[in-house]
């Protein structure tokens, strides 16, 4: 009924469902890394951290990596699309196999992939000067090195080796055209990435590891509020972050404590007959007594409670 809705209507839709979970990569990789685990010994630590390796940069999972992503992007091969991937998926045999389906690939890449050139796994942040740009290309693919404030890796199988400027704060930045493109396509995980970046609650390295997990979700849920918040358009995060920190310390900021009167306090026997001590209540102490301050009207023992209650209010007159 939806479909004929949509075809009387001539709306136009994608012929592959938009947020399934059944063309989520990681989703598959992780069922077919787990089913690969189950069969290795996993019995200690240091076993699982060896068979997740074993699993994860063998050969074969280069195999299961490029038939997860032909099987997760089959409906969009052959039709002259761009797939934009971050480092986890990327890898230049499967940039090459996806190229022969007409499909282009780009993003970033980790330089310890098979098949990555030995002349740039080799670059770092120490053999690299800011601005720097180091490449290696084949007829159909390009692998870019960038040095900005970290060493960039990016794989295209249509970006020549050109290097473009971007006008910012006025000035001109020169960066590889490949930079440019991924910024302009990369997907709202980098685009998180990066704007919590500029505001590292969560330390690098903790000995409780969920110390660092629970101040990274309370990063990313002030994140969250800042993209939900019906603000101007020109306010900036860290004008966010700075407006809720200050809400967030006068709702639970402690009562001030009230500035004492100018007359002085005496003890006074009460006409009725004992009732409990409010400084003694205070401490969880059962005590009556037939004593009060005659300014306060507040109950108190006459020996150690009077004196004690007065300076905790700043009285000491």
Not at 106 to 128: A, Q, W
Request: aromatic letters at 10%.
């Amino acid at each position: 009924m939806v479909k004929k809705f949509f075809a009387d209507k001539g709306i136009q839709c994608l012929d592959w469902p938009g947020n399934s979970p059944d063309i989520n990569p990681i989703e598959n990789l992780w069922s077919i890394c787990i089913t690969r685990l189950r069969t290795m010994d996993c019995t200690t630590k240091t076993k699982l951290i060896e068979s997740v390796i074993a699993v994860c940069f063998s050969k074969k999972y280069h195999r299961v990596q490029i038939n997860l992503h032909k099987g997760v992007v089959s409906p969009l091969l052959n039709k002259g699309h761009t797939l934009v991937m971050d480092n986890f998926y990327n890898s230049p045999l499967l940039a090459r196999t996806l190229k022969t389906q007409k499909t282009d690939v780009m993003g970033t890449i980790r330089l310890n992939r098979e098949f990555v050139p030995d002349s740039l796994r080799s670059k770092n942040k120490s053999n690299m000067r800011t601005g720097e740009v180091a490449f290696s290309q084949t007829r159909d693919l390009t692998i870019s090195a960038w040095k900005d404030g970290n060493v960039v890796t990016l794989i295209s199988t249509y970006h020549p080796v050109e290097v473009s400027g971007k006008e910012k704060y006025g000035y001109s930045k020169y960066k590889p055209k490949v930079v440019l493109d991924y910024n302009l396509s990369m997907g709202g995980v980098d685009k998180k990435d990066q704007l919590l970046q500029a505001f590292p609650i969560e330390r690098v390295r903790n000995i409780n590891w969920y110390k660092k997990l629970f101040r990274r979700l309370l990063n990313v849920s002030i994140h969250n509020a800042f993209v939900m918040f019906p603000k101007p358009s020109l306010m900036a995060q860290r004008q966010f972050r700075v407006l809720l920190a200050d809400e967030i310390i006068q709702r639970f900021r402690p009562p001030k404590v009230q500035q004492p009167l100018p007359t002085r306090h005496f003890p006074t026997k009460t006409n009725k007959r004992k009732s409990r001590c409010k400084w003694c209540r205070l401490k969880n102490k059962d005590s009556c007594t037939s004593f009060k301050c005659c300014t306060c009207d507040v109950n108190l023992c006459i020996i150690g409670c009077f004196e004690d209650y007065h300076v905790a209010q700043g009285i000491t007159e």
